[in-house]
């Protein structure tokens, strides 16, 4: 028996039980990437070990989450983006800062406290970072779902989420950099590459643009419009993680942005997203739950995970719901951003990895990570539901979040 | 700089070529599918070796060609492949057949003659069932950019190419046999699960389509459809090639075959050919491109390459047309189930592998056969459209087979 063919199979299973588990969520009031996500738990090694990871189930599902952020940048109203472009600069800041401090304290709070500059501080320090990534993709298919993604409170979450990218490098740099460790990487660089990489694709994107409204107004809807769309999508995404260190979601969150503007732009949207739900998104979400398998771990480190968890969720809603609230968004559209906000990917992983590198952080402490991008992928769709189904009354919602925000 | 991401940019290269030599061939009146491999070959390593081989690629392709094979079994019109039946399996056997006898002859008059059942003759014999497995997806997608894919011509051609590869394997399994090598197969055996496969897909089809066509009754034309009907085209691909094999394309086909009579079959179609011609299409046609480099060969293997192809084509022109004209298809009719014959694909490199490996075959002949599938895939479409053109006059059509028909 030959079985070079497996990854039909895989693709077989994780797209039915994708399905499955997704109508099967939205029947009893979850949203559908929350099943999605736990379709992939149950078949994947946590359960029942249908389906293993593999190289090409990542690459399919890099791809998804790529399409996501694509068509999230096609969706954008630029002069939404360019009203909520500096408060998402702060969110995005506060969102940073406040889950660093938070981390920090928590890792101090069970490991010992230490000035800073010690070693346990920093690692402390580098705890706090790995919590300050936000991972969008799930809160856009969440929004997307709720249809939400495009108003004013969505297209704050992702320019904040985008930013917030940007700012996790540096702040990476900078805390790697004090690991002194050869790994690190020259803080004055980084800034550079990020410069040049957002002034490289606001100047190309603006020949790109003209372009493609060029080729648009010639060949109206014809598949040549999407398919170039789509090239253009994975090249920035490429280059923007490649050349520039910025993660490829935002390149592709970039490429729709230039092309949100294109007399084909729905029509465009509508082809990504029957390639993205027929295949690649339900392999992104269902291929979050694959990657959990519960190893063994000691009473303090499960202990520690949680409160690792339950730091870094609280961090986002006190730190980005709080400064919206202080920028005069009202409670209920702060808390939905401090939600939006919590979510976690790959990111967290790739910060943790990199910590791994230059000795800022055990092994042991990846599950706590794993289980912080399983418990807000899960629970941030919901909570984003039953913030927008508008069963919770205003003032309450309001209050919750002004307390959070003095706090914050 | 981290390549770990260089897919995203392969795909689009790979997409923006094909695009770019589709439309460019269409100008000049040239099949789009024909641009696509010419595309893969530019960027391919044979010219600018922008792109490499990588087993994401081709794997991507073959997910295309599924696709490919799945729509084609979606069209099938249940009538006239019913009518075909038996003309099909006759037109299959001798496009078996003739190919075979002229291959033998043909490396016996290279590599001199000698007694049927000595090492020599079975190589030729091994040449010959080289050159018996046609690949039918190139035809299919030049006959459904033509439109004629589903009509008594294109049923005929696609089911006598699904009945050529049963044959193929029965005759690989009977040739390998006489190697007497131990990777050689029982013919009992794989005539059991030839039979066992088709009674098995038929059975459960039944039952497969009862379901979804109950599912269809309750949620037409919502994801779950396609997405489901997907799923199964890529189980069955799945269990075809590795547990009874058959190739996954005809899997592929027969999944298909078993969902055409939904009355959902154009909303999942649609769905399947915009994931397809989006990405998954467009990288398979490429692939062949990209799998070509021009080795160093020596003067004679070039010159039997060349006759090799010739043979090739012309055994199934000859063996196929013949046949169909035999069978009282008119002669346009029948050139043209004979040239939609004449493609070849990965089936016959993968009769080359085993040839390899059971000692009937060194590795020189595979750049012959990789020529054959380079120009056969870009001859035939070009061919096609001639001949449904309507520009060469029917009776040269007719007489220039039925003479071929008396030779074969």
């Not at 943790?352 to 399983?374: E, H, M, N, P, R």
Request: glycine share 12%.
């Amino acid at each position: 028996m030959d079985d070079s063919i497996r990854y039909l199979l895989d693709l077989a299973i994780l797209l039915f039980a994708a399905k499955l588990f997704g109508v099967a969520g939205k029947k009893i009031g979850i949203p559908e990437v929350v099943g999605e996500i736990l379709a992939g738990l149950v078949v994947g090694s946590a359960v029942f070990g249908f389906v293993k990871e593999s190289d090409f189930l990542s690459k399919m599902s890099e791809i998804g989450v790529i399409m996501l952020m694509f068509e999230a940048g096609l969706g954008t109203n630029l002069q939404e983006l360019k009203k909520s472009g500096l408060k998402a600069t702060l969110i995005a800041c506060m969102g940073v800062l406040v889950p660093i401090a938070l981390g920090t304290l928590l890792f101090m709070s069970f490991y010992g406290f230490d000035v800073p500059g010690s070693e346990r501080f920093n690692r402390g320090l580098f705890i706090g970072t790995i919590m300050s990534a936000t991972s969008v993709s799930i809160t856009v298919a969440a929004l997307k779902e709720l249809g939400k993604l495009n108003d004013r409170v969505g297209t704050t979450i992702v320019s904040a989420a985008i930013i917030d990218d940007v700012i996790g490098i540096i702040v990476l740099t900078i805390v790697t950099g004090l690991s002194g460790s050869a790994a690190s990487e020259n803080v004055g660089n980084v800034l550079l590459k990020v410069v040049l990489f957002f002034a490289g694709a606001i100047g190309t994107g603006f020949l790109v643009y003209k372009g493609m409204a060029w080729l648009d107004r010639r060949y109206s809807h014809q598949r040549r419009i999407p398919i170039i769309s789509l090239c253009y999508c994975f090249a920035l995404a490429y280059l923007a993680e490649t050349y520039f260190g910025i993660a490829d979601i935002t390149g592709a969150y970039v490429a729709g942005v230039v092309l949100c503007n294109l007399a084909d732009r729905d029509y465009i949207e509508k082809r990504i997203d029957i390639s993205s739900y027929m295949i690649f998104a339900p392999i992104f979400f269902a291929g979050i739950g694959l990657k959990v398998s519960f190893g063994a771990m000691d009473t303090k480190l499960i202990f520690f995970s949680i409160c690792f968890v339950l730091v870094a969720l609280i961090g986002k809603v006190v730190g980005c719901g709080g400064c919206a609230r202080l920028l005069g968004f009202n409670g209920k559209d702060s808390l939905r951003i401090g939600a939006g906000m919590m979510t976690r990917g790959e990111v967290a992983l790739i910060t943790a990895q990199k910590g791994l590198g230059v000795g800022l952080l055990t092994a042991d402490f990846f599950t706590a990570v794993i289980l912080l991008i399983l418990v807000s992928s899960v629970i941030t769709p919901v909570i984003l539901k039953k913030l927008y189904s508008g069963k919770d009354p205003e003032p309450q919602a309001a209050s919750g979040v002004s307390g959070a925000g003095q706090t914050g």
